[in-house]
């Protein structure tokens, strides 16, 4: 038997590229499908939420302005590092979704591979959803793709990794700033990706995870004036309505939750969602 | 104590008399001003941060944020201000949000001397007072008679308040009757033609004073020069109003008012941004010197980015919802 000391691991949120603790200082007990204790997780309060988008929101201009070139490599370097960290992620999604093994780590690579894949679109997504358009006219007309701004993401509540990332990478891919509320049940692996996220070179408050009660979060973050969109995968049907009233408020772009596969293809429908198009008309020379 | 009288009034000038010996030559006002007991640095940041830490919510809040908007001193103090710029900058003073007219105005906006005609023009009839900074600002590297020139010419242009800058240097190497004499001729250069005078707050620099003493006696210094208000900061330098500091200037204004019964006020300038920091001075000014200084009167805010979160603060109260910088003006 060793005679080490446990070091046990202190699971805190992601805001502004920084690893606080909920300004409530509450935690509340994360726990295996069996009910084992693994670990505390903050249970983030409103105030979190606002701290988030307040993060969100001074780190969209440096992000949405970066090259697309510079906002795939990034991406890149994110699955770099994931890939030296595989094995704890393994052990953390077998450990929050009672998976054996050999499934845990088909999911990890699932959601490396993600990774990657999102990383490449991020200077090809203009030629699918912009271009020039024929007028009726002597004028150039360009329509290309900008980012919605900052997008509030309720992770899937089941798919503790691969739902995660199969939602966080199509938002900030394009260069749209994200608070994600991790999945309530098991938060852990989303706590552990910050950490990964925090030594990518992917600028603080990009993405800001906070982790705690899916409903106590989102509402604020639906109601907020300063959040441009609402991705809401993790949201059962009657919270998902609730949450897409108080959106309208402020003319929220939302997407509805929708039954998903996650191992599946994941197409560009995400990708897609949280773009505007900017359409420019310029004269033609005489 | 005696009874309270403004800095600002007629018989300001007698109670200041009973202090005369103090102030009679060199030598006095040095062993006055190193006669002061000196700063318990901990305590005084251990209380700034004690009074910090109260939780001000809902109808208090609501109140504190009313309270700090009527209180702030709009400011506008950069080489690129245009007349337009003080223009958008008053309109927001006397409505700083447009969609509620039951958000209150601000106390005054504060210019370089040559914008004061334009605020004055922007704001008539507003009852919002012009303030501007004289004296060369922000340096104060220049020679008296062009500080007294540049205070005449402001309040002759209509300033309601001259905020000046004292001669840090001259104050450093212990020339303290320099610095009064100074204070002095500019409070007599405050005066207009009809009798009355524009009120002076007299800036610090605290940033550049470097220990709380000092602080202590420049506090002194200046109200027992005249001062109206006493003001902390430029904004232009890298340390600005700290909780501590302005603690102490109203700890200063509070012994000052028990010896003489004269009322000075303060203003914290630069560096505060946030509705809780503004919360925090106002439990400071409620604590050290009570309900009396927690007036626009009393009490001003040096700021232009606190206003837009005190506004969204204000929309987050009345709708339930955080508000964002899209529903507040971008100055």
């Known amino acids: ?92 999604v077998a450990d929050a979704e009672g998976l054996s093994k050999a499934k845990a780590t088909a999911q990890v690579d699932a959601a490396i591979d993600r990774w990657v894949w999102y990383a490449g679109w991020s200077d090809k ?17 360009l329509s290309s793709p900008e980012p919605t701004g ?53 600028p603080g408050g990009v993405v800001n995870i906070l982790s705690g009660r899916t409903a106590e979060i989102a509402a604020p973050l639906a109601a907020h004036q300063d959040v441009n969109a609402l991705d809401l995968a993790g949201a059962d049907a009657g919270l ?21 596969d996650w191992s599946a293809d994941p197409g560009t429908g995400r990708l897609l969602s949280f773009l505007e198009t900017k359409t420019v008309w310029h004269p033609m020379g005489v | 104590m005696p009874n309270t009288v403004p800095a600002y009034g007629k018989e300001a000038a007698g109670r200041l008399a009973s202090m005369a010996d103090v102030t009679a030559d060199d030598g006095a006002l040095r062993r006055f001003l190193h006669g002061l007991p000196g700063v318990d640095a901990v305590g005084l940041q251990a209380r700034a941060a004690t009074l910090g830490t109260r939780s001000i919510k809902t109808t208090a809040k609501a109140y504190a944020i009313d309270l700090a908007i009527s209180m702030i001193d709009l400011t506008t103090l950069e080489g690129a201000d245009t007349p337009g710029k003080v223009r958008a900058l008053c309109a927001k003073g006397v409505h700083p949000d447009p969609t509620d007219r039951t958000v209150p105005k601000v106390a005054a906006i504060c210019v370089y001397p040559d914008m004061v005609a334009t605020a004055k023009e922007a704001l008539s009839g507003s009852g919002i007072h012009v303030a501007s900074v004289a004296t060369a600002f922000p340096a104060g590297r220049a020679a008296l008679p062009v500080k007294l020139a540049d205070t005449r010419d402001a309040v002759a242009a209509g300033a309601d308040e001259i905020d000046m800058v004292i001669d840090r240097g001259a104050f450093l190497c212990g020339r303290y009757m320099e610095v009064f004499e100074e204070i002095k001729a500019v409070k007599e250069a405050c005066a207009r033609p009809d009798g009355s005078a524009a009120h002076l707050k007299v800036i610090f620099e605290t940033g550049e004073l470097e220990t709380y003493d000092n602080v202590r006696r420049v506090s002194w210094l200046a109200m027992l020069a005249g001062a109206d208000f006493i003001k902390t900061s430029t904004g232009k330098v890298a340390v600005n109003a700290t909780p501590p500091v302005t603690l102490l200037m109203l700890e200063a204004v509070r012994d000052f008012h028990a010896a003489t019964g004269v009322q ?56 339930g919802r955080y508000s964002g910088p899209d529903y507040v003006t971008v100055d």
């Open chain 1, 1 to 92: 038997m060793s005679d080490r000391l446990s070091v046990l691991k202190t699971y805190k949120l992601y805001v502004g590229g920084k690893f606080p603790r909920s300004e409530s200082g509450r935690v509340y007990e994360v726990t295996d499908c069996k009910g084992t204790w693994l670990a505390n997780a903050p249970l983030a309060s409103r105030k979190d939420a606002r701290d988030a988008v307040v993060a969100a929101r001074k780190a969209f201009g440096g992000w949405s302005g970066a090259t697309a070139y510079n906002r795939g490599q990034i991406l890149y370097r994110i699955a770099e590092m994931l890939e030296g960290r595989r094995e704890q992620f393994i052990a953390e």
């Open chain 1, 125 to 141: 997504v203009a030629q699918i959803t912009g271009g020039a358009n024929p007028v009726a006219g002597p004028y150039f007309n």
């Open chain 1, 150 to 202: 900052v997008v509030a993401v309720l992770a899937p509540q089941d798919s503790s990794f691969l739902g995660l990332v199969s939602v966080i990478a199509p938002a900030v891919v394009t260069g749209n700033t994200v608070v994600v509320v991790t999945s309530e049940k098991s938060p852990l692996p989303a706590l552990s990706l910050a950490e990964v996220l925090a030594t990518s070179d992917l």
């Open chain 1, 240 to 260: 998902a309505k609730e949450l897409e009233t108080a959106a309208a408020d402020n003319l929220k772009r939302v997407l509805r939750p929708e039954p998903a």
């Open chain 2, 264 to 319: 000075v006020g303060v203003k914290p300038a630069g560096g505060i941004r946030t509705t809780k920091d503004a919360v925090k001075y106002l439990v400071m000014v409620n604590e050290t010197l009570g309900e009396p200084w927690l007036t626009a009167d009393w009490f001003r805010f040096g700021a232009s980015s606190l206003l837009n979160d005190l506004l969204m603060q204000r929309q987050k109260l009345s709708t």
